[in-house]
């Protein structure tokens, strides 16, 4: 299987684009990273180590890695984007806590069975799933419970 740096080039290469030593590097961070993130923490990452990358060319960079498949906006909380890498990665469900904003993945394996089956009866074809369930995370629950008492 090739890696996210292979694959990317290419599909810089059928745009006519550069795989860029910026590029580069915000594809790193984001493969590091393993998790979600948005612009500003991904800004503030790559910062550490790189000077040189701005966060306009983490902005502009963002929707090519989108175009090529290696990244998608899985979320939108609190008025930003959260995207995730999708290369190696199953699709899954989001729980997400209205409190602290902690994002929970689980498989949802069983229920895309049924969601396919309602869209296969609707002649629907899936390209893409984005599922998320919004409440309060175990840690969350507890501290309301305990406020209550």
Not at 8 to 35: D, W
Not at 57 to 85: A, F, N, V, W
Not at 96 to 107: A, V
Request: hydrophobic share 30%; with cysteine.
């Amino acid at each position: 299987m090739k890696n996210e740096k292979v694959l990317y080039r290419e599909y810089l290469k059928s745009k006519n684009l550069k795989l860029t030593k910026p590029r580069c590097v915000i594809l790193a961070a984001i493969f590091e990273n393993h998790g979600h993130f948005n612009v500003d923490e991904l800004y503030e990452q790559i910062r550490e180590k790189h000077k040189n990358v701005s966060r306009a060319t983490i902005y502009r960079t963002i929707p090519l890695l989108i175009e090529s498949g290696m990244i998608r906006q899985s979320l939108r909380c609190e008025s930003k984007d959260i995207y995730e890498h999708t290369y190696g990665n199953e699709n899954h469900l989001h729980f997400i806590c209205t409190n602290c904003g902690k994002i929970i993945e689980t498989s949802f394996s069983k229920v895309a069975d049924q969601i396919d089956k309602l869209a296969k009866n609707e002649g629907f074809e899936i390209t893409e799933y984005s599922l998320a369930a919004r409440g309060l995370c175990k840690k969350c629950k507890k501290k309301e419970l305990k406020s209550e008492k």
